[in-house]
């Protein structure tokens, strides 16, 4: 871990005598492999998806204001590392155990630290006039994780399965539909296409799933309100 701050510090110090970017990639580069293997050897299982995740926060964020955008965003690559390590999370047999398990805890901070690093860099291009790839990039991912731990959370619950399916669905479509019309009035497409995504899932899941497993009434009030949901949507599409 000193190796990898010392580089850092190096890396920070040559841009700033010489104002060259080619020591600083390098530094900065060696850093971070430097910073990974520390890591790595320090913690395991759960916590290092959590370091890791909270690493991937942080550098990029401090490299942009230290450095420059640019080395700042190319550090949001580091965030592959937690993704891939959180992944068996989802399948865990922990969700059958309880709620409050370390899987949950290690998604939870993946998915926030990728939203709020996302959402960082988005302001910094919104005050620079500019629109990139990754932080938009990263902002769906995060937003993916998020609606997969809210369904993980909710089916861990001590409630039949059905009505977990039910309240996620409800979750689900509220955030599409906020998404989808927020993106519309902002002409923001990737807000809008996420929404969009978002409320295709959750009509394919209640016809193709969920509608078998319901009792009569309950299928009728939930097709019903997601129906007025969406002609509220074509309305107000309409009206702008």
């Given at each position: 871990m000193s190796g990898a701050l010392a580089f850092m510090a190096a890396s920070y110090a040559v841009f700033?005598?010489?104002?060259?970017?080619?020591?600083?990639?390098?530094?900065?580069?060696?850093?971070?492999?430097?910073?990974?293997?520390?890591?790595?050897?320090?913690?395991?299982?759960?916590?290092?998806?959590?370091?890791?995740?909270?690493?991937?926060?942080?550098?990029?964020?401090?490299?942009?204001?230290?450095?420059?955008?640019?080395?700042?965003?190319?550090?949001?690559?580091?965030?592959?590392?937690?993704?891939?390590?959180?992944?068996?999370?989802?399948?865990?047999?922990s969700w059958s155990t309880g709620v409050f398990n370390s899987d949950f805890f290690t998604l939870l901070v993946v998915t926030f630290s990728m939203l709020g690093t996302g959402a960082y860099f988005i302001q910094y291009d919104v005050s620079d006039g500019e629109r990139r790839f990754a932080p938009l990039a990263l902002m769906v991912l995060g937003g993916i994780y998020a609606l997969a731990t809210i369904w993980l959370f909710i089916h861990a619950l001590d409630i039949p399965t059905g009505l977990a399916s039910m309240l996620t669905l409800g979750i689900y479509i509220a955030v599409g539909l906020f998404t989808y019309i927020k993106g519309e009035l902002e002409k923001h497409k990737v807000l809008e296409r996420f929404g969009l995504g978002v409320i295709?899932?959750?009509?394919a899941r209640l016809l193709l799933v969920e509608v078998w497993n319901m009792v009569l009434f309950w299928r009728i009030i939930t097709f019903f309100a997601i129906g007025i949901a969406l002609m509220a949507t074509v309305l107000l599409r309409k009206k702008k």
């Open positions: 700033r005598l010489t104002k060259l970017k080619e020591p600083v990639y390098a530094y900065t580069g060696t850093a971070l492999l430097l910073l990974v293997a520390g890591t790595a050897y320090q913690f395991e299982g759960p916590v290092l998806t959590i370091a890791f995740a909270l690493e991937a926060a942080i550098l990029p964020v401090i490299a942009a204001r230290l450095l420059n955008k640019k080395i700042g965003m190319s550090l949001l690559s580091y965030f592959i590392l937690p993704v891939l390590f959180s992944l068996e999370s989802f399948s865990s047999y295709i899932f959750v009509i």
